[in-house]
């Protein structure tokens, strides 16, 4: 029998026609070009996190609406969903395509300049690519060669299209990436910046204005995709003609991979399921746009990140979390620059989630509110849908990867409010080595009471409880690549606070653990402490007698009673 043509992974890849014309795999979410098409409104708007997808959506839709591409039909799209029931507008379109990422966002002129130069390149690609369906193409690519048009380019998209009877598909990806820019500077300057590009005669609401305008002669399709909902609001009438479909049910799997995708993904590139040591759905599913959506989705970047490193190494990886979530670390820093932001995050960290509503557009200068904070942490994958909750919803972290997110924040938040606190790396190494190796717990617990608990700020004393202390713990722990430390692990009956588990690529790990945290004011009566102890191993009892952690002689359990922020007890659960 002949072995299997396994297809390449298209990790970090968006172009549609080289996936598809380059024997790469590619997940058919082709079924919404139909849905999208038999929309009323022909002007769309959807959203969704970053890394979800987005830009090879869009490059699908260029690819199916393109009248260029109508001899490549077959070939790109045959054997997908929309190949096997094409809808009556494929290939009728001339596709405008805009790109707003990297815009100079350093000074107010420096945007104009940059803003106006993308709009006069695309304007300028699109009379290229189409210079034989536009009788007078040489003239208006040769005036845009020659002249800073800016974005009064547009208009001489939209009258060639008007005078040839051509059809334009507009495809505005990162619409709002610049806003997002300005909004995380924090400060007074940005917003102001901000709000004068998209107030009345800014030159962001101009082109907006402009595009809405050409409908009235020009036949059109418009799809708008970002992250966040933000300049909707702002831009009102500017543009107030899309239809927002990011939390429609329906369109809650257009982004993002079901657990069949990620099945069959790995079946087609030959993934061996036998280096998966890990819960994939922990670690990178959750996601949910809707509540009554029919599955969650995994974040397609962190999945084809890990398959990656699987194909590549030909072994378990030894990273599982892709280090571009460092980008959202810094968005997520940059966004809680006040009190009251701060504390939602703190709070939605000690309880894994928080109850709130999701709301579908908001201003800038709501933004230290906290509900619209919250939705704003929704849009940008930090949190997601878990349950309804009386009219509301109840959400909470997706997943694992976001969660170290999470745990990464509040250390450096930590350190910057507490200039005494101190890592010292090699003996925090050392300290982890020994619990892994030799089960010395007290060396880990005795490094993390004298270089930070004892060390903290008055502010975040505010916050100290064992909650706070599992933060903590789990961020030190997570600086080490021995352990995969879990929070809130499922052991029925109940949850551990911590369970460290093994790092899959270090089975020699000779210990797991599973640590109960109590907390205590330094006064404490020794009765009080007592009291403490036996709940912890109750609780100990319970999580040990689940299936998942019983009759395991390699796992190891504690109590650790932390009394006011410089003395602690351990009690190890003989096993």
């Known amino acids: 029998m002949e072995a299997k043509k396994f297809k390449r992974l298209p990790y970090g890849s968006s172009n549609y026609k080289s996936i598809r014309t380059q024997n790469y795999a590619y997940v058919d979410k082709t079924m919404y070009i139909e849905m999208l098409e038999n929309e009323p409104n022909p002007n769309l708007f959807f959203i969704r996190p970053r890394k979800f997808g987005k830009s090879l959506f869009f490059m699908t839709l260029s690819c199916y609406y393109d009248m260029n ?275 939602t995050v703190i709070q939605i960290i000690k309880e894994d989630g928080i109850i709130a509503e999701v709301l579908n557009k908001f201003s800038v200068d709501t933004l230290n509110d906290t509900d619209y904070f919250i939705s704003l942490l929704f849009y940008m994958g930090l949190l997601t849908i878990k349950e309804p909750v009386m009219g509301k919803m109840r959400l909470g972290i997706p997943n694992y990867s976001i969660r170290t997110l999470y745990w990464e924040y509040v250390m450096k938040f930590v350190r910057e409010q507490s200039p005494a606190m101190t890592i010292e790396t090699r003996h925090l190494d050392e300290a982890i080595t020994a619990l892994a190796m030799e089960g010395d717990l007290e060396r880990f617990i005795a490094y993390v009471s004298e270089h930070a608990l004892s060390k903290l700020s008055d502010h975040d004393l505010q916050h100290f409880d064992e909650k706070y202390i599992k933060i903590l713990l789990l961020a030190y722990l997570l600086m080490s690549r021995i352990y995969v430390p879990m929070s809130e692990y499922e052991a029925v009956p109940g949850r551990t606070d911590i369970y460290l588990q093994r790092s899959p690529s270090l089975p020699q790990v000779k210990y797991e653990w599973v640590f109960e945290l109590k907390y205590c004011k330094a006064k404490a009566k020794s009765s009080e402490i007592t009291k403490l102890q036996k709940e912890g191993e109750e609780q100990i009892k319970q999580y040990l007698s689940s299936h998942r952690l019983s009759n395991r002689p390699d796992l190891k359990a504690a109590v650790i009673i932390f009394i006011g922020k410089n003395k602690y007890r351990i009690f190890e659960h003989s096993i």
């Open 69 to 343: 591409e109508a001899e490549n039909f077959e070939q790109l799209f045959g054997d997908l969903y929309i190949g096997k029931h094409p809808t009556p507008e494929r290939n009728s379109y001339a596709v405008l395509r805009f790109d707003f990422s990297g815009l100079d966002t350093s000074s107010e002129e420096g945007f104009r300049v940059s803003f106006n130069e993308n709009v006069q390149m695309a304007v300028r690609s699109f009379f290229n690519m189409y210079a034989h369906v536009f009788s007078q193409a040489d003239v208006y690519s040769r005036e845009l060669s020659e002249n800073k048009l800016g974005i009064m380019a547009l208009d001489k998209a939209f009258s060639a299209a008007e005078q040839s009877n051509v059809k334009i598909y507009f495809i505005i990806d990162e619409y709002d990436h610049f806003a997002n820019d300005l909004i995380a500077m924090g400060n007074r300057l940005g917003k102001d910046f901000y709000k004068t590009m998209v107030s009345a005669n800014g030159l962001v609401r101009d082109f907006y204005e402009r595009i809405k305008n050409s409908t009235k002669f020009v036949s059109s399709r418009t799809f708008i995709t970002g992250i966040s909902p933000v300049m909707l609001d702002d831009l009102t009438s500017g543009y107030n003609i899309s239809t927002n479909l990011t939390l429609e049910e329906q369109y809650n799997e257009m982004m993002g991979f079901t657990q069949s995708e990620v099945d069959w993904l790995m079946e087609e590139t030959g993934v061996n399921p036998a280096f998966i040591t890990i819960d994939m759905t922990a670690y990178y599913d959750g996601y949910l746009f809707n509540k009554d959506g029919a599955n969650r989705v995994y974040n397609p970047a962190m999945v084809l990140y890990f398959f990656e490193q699987i194909l590549r190494q030909h072994k378990p990886p030894m990273s599982i979390i892709d280090e571009n979530l460092k980008t959202d670390y810094g968005r997520l820093k940059k966004l809680t620059q006040n009190d009251s932001n701060r504390a």
